[in-house]
């Protein structure tokens, strides 16, 4: 396997280290999107009337987009050349809604290496004005080791 230059390596994590936090700001727009991308045309991602008339407070982010932000946020610690293995714990607690800010936070739970592969466990949650919102669960990746040569 080779790597780009620009990968970060394996070794250069450090257990206890904190993913950058990340915020997404939900807007209709954003819903819409989501919801059109992922194909969840249910109106309780896109139509505020119809999702307070389910009971919910507002229009609320669906677990694609959600997980998706899990991911981007793992993803700016692994680069390009990592390569998510499993994703775990992933459950709302909460609703992430139109207005609300979601921000992804998490940590290297622990490193090792299997097979001749680096391995990450990430612990990542999300949260927003209420607390947490997803998780917390986790997120186990392979990344490049610095052995492997550049491309």
Known sequence: MTRRPDDPVWEDVAEGEELAPLAFPLTVYRLVM????????????????????????EMYANNFLLQGMWERAVRARIGLGGVIRRLSGFRMRVFNTVGD?????????????????GFVEFEVWSENAHGVSVGPGTVVATMPLATEPVS
């Open 101 to 117: 800010t979601v921000t992804v936070k998490g940590r290297v739970r622990r490193t090792w290496m299997e097979g001749g592969e």
């Open 34 to 57: 989501a919801a059109g991308a992922n194909r969840d045309f249910n109106a309780i991602h896109h139509n505020s009337e119809y999702t307070k008339a389910t009971g919910a407070p």
